[in-house]
């Protein structure tokens, strides 16, 4: 059993104590070399596999990038003006459900428990809409509504059952 010097005031200490007899403080025995050269190979191994994994998601967008600008460039002056048509329709289908979604929550009894289940956009503009909510009883219900343009309310049976559409269900994170 060796003597080394405690790391906190410099006394004299034995290599197995576990709290310095002059300064009190705890494992008063500096870390050995060889366990320092391994914490630092190991935090070495760990850094060099970070950068690696970096660089492989870097080289991966960059291809990924790449193949849309080649794609990008071989479309027609067509096939672009139809693209930037369909994403304008889809944008404005998309306002329009959000627009009709909150005003049908805004007439419920408590706007505040609208919860939407299902949100269907036919091809005649009609949104069918399944949501739950509570209704004057506290009572919570499921209700169908079907909501022409014009934001009126319309026969579900004759819009809406047995027939289908465009899901509209991503339209709850705009709510």
């Known amino acids: 059993m060796g003597m080394v010097k405690c790391r906190e005031?410099?006394?004299?200490?034995?290599?197995?104590?576990?709290?310095?007899?002059?300064?009190g403080i705890e494992k008063p025995v500096?870390?050995?070399?060889?366990?320092?050269?391994?914490?630092?190979?190991?935090?070495?191994?760990?850094?060099?596999?970070m950068v690696q994994?970096?660089?492989?998601?870097?080289?991966?967008?960059?291809?990924?990038?790449?193949?849309?600008?080649?794609?990008?460039?071989?479309?027609?002056?067509?096939?672009?003006?139809?693209?930037?048509?369909e994403n304008e329709k889809a944008e404005a289908d998309f306002q329009s459900v959000v627009s009709r979604l909150r005003a049908l929550r805004a007439l419920g009894k408590n706007p505040a428990s609208f919860e939407l289940v299902e949100a269907t956009l036919m091809k005649d503009d009609t949104v069918c809409v399944v949501y739950r909510g509570t209704?004057?009883?506290?009572?919570?219900?499921?209700?169908?509504?079907?909501?022409?343009?014009?934001?009126?309310?319309?026969e579900w049976n004759r819009f809406c059952a047995?027939?289908?559409?465009?899901?509209m269900m991503y339209a709850r994170r705009a709510l």
Request: hydrophobic share 35%; net charge positive.
């Open 9 to 23: 005031c410099g006394k004299e200490v034995s290599e197995q104590a576990k709290i310095c007899p002059q300064c």
């Open 135 to 154: 209704n004057s009883f506290n009572a919570v219900v499921t209700e169908s509504k079907a909501i022409a343009k014009n934001l009126r309310v319309v």
């Open 53 to 85: 994994c970096i660089n492989k998601q870097d080289a991966q967008k960059a291809i990924a990038e790449t193949e849309l600008r080649r794609v990008e460039s071989s479309k027609t002056p067509e096939q672009r003006a139809k693209e930037i048509a």
């Open 162 to 167: 047995g027939k289908s559409g465009k899901d």
């Open 30 to 49: 500096p870390p050995s070399k060889a366990g320092q050269y391994l914490k630092l190979g190991f935090g070495a191994v760990i850094v060099a596999g």
